[in-house]
């Protein structure tokens, strides 16, 4: 089955059954590998995406759901010479230990921003649900919060 959607900021076509998660087309048939599989069963959020702006788990969304939307992963949040202001303070912070859930992470944080520009810690505890199992949670908010409080 053929599905047009946009990903990144391309206009692509995916060749996929409907019921095929997101995780692997955007792994296996467009070749965008920061997007990590965790769990298989949307609990630890190494895999999130944003789609139409939301952040998604895109283990558990069915490639059959997304035509005509706007999907974007790790790959489109930063570069690395001009990384995204969360990916700056990650690096800042010393978030990442191994490393596996961080683009997950930073995915579920910019969603977060982009509408809670200036989370409280209750409101960062409660967006982000990601599972870090090196419990880099408290490097996780005080990066969010350096952030908020620079304005970006």
């Known amino acids: 089955m ?23 087309v955007l792994r296996e048939e467009l070749g965008l590998t920061g997007t990590k599989f965790g ?7 190494a895999c999130s995406v944003h789609i ?10 069915p490639v059959g759901t997304i035509a005509g939307k ?4 790790i790959e489109a949040l930063g570069a690395p010479d001009a990384p995204h202001p969360l990916q700056a303070a990650w ?8 490393g596996y859930c961080q683009s997950g992470q930073l995915m579920a944080a910019a969603a977060l921003l982009k509408h809670t520009p200036h ?16 419990a880099t949670y408290p490097r996780i908010r005080e990066a969010i919060k350096a952030v908020a409080g620079a304005g970006a």
């Not at 769990?39 to 959020?45: D, L, P, S, V």
């Not at 139409?52 to 969304?61: H, I, K, L, P, Q």
């Not at 706007?70 to 992963?73: F, R």
């Open 52 to 61: 139409d702006g939301e952040v998604a788990r895109s283990c558990s969304v």
């Open 119 to 134: 989370p409280s810690d209750d409101e960062i505890d409660a967006a982000m649900t990601n599972i870090c199992r090196c």
């Open 2 to 24: 053929a599905i047009e959607a946009r990903v990144n900021g391309k206009a692509v076509t995916l060749h996929a059954e409907d019921d095929t998660p997101l995780l692997w």
């Open 91 to 98: 690096i800042a912070h010393q978030v990442p230990q191994c």
């Open 70 to 73: 706007a999907i974007t992963t």
């Open 39 to 45: 769990c298989g069963i949307a609990a630890c959020g």
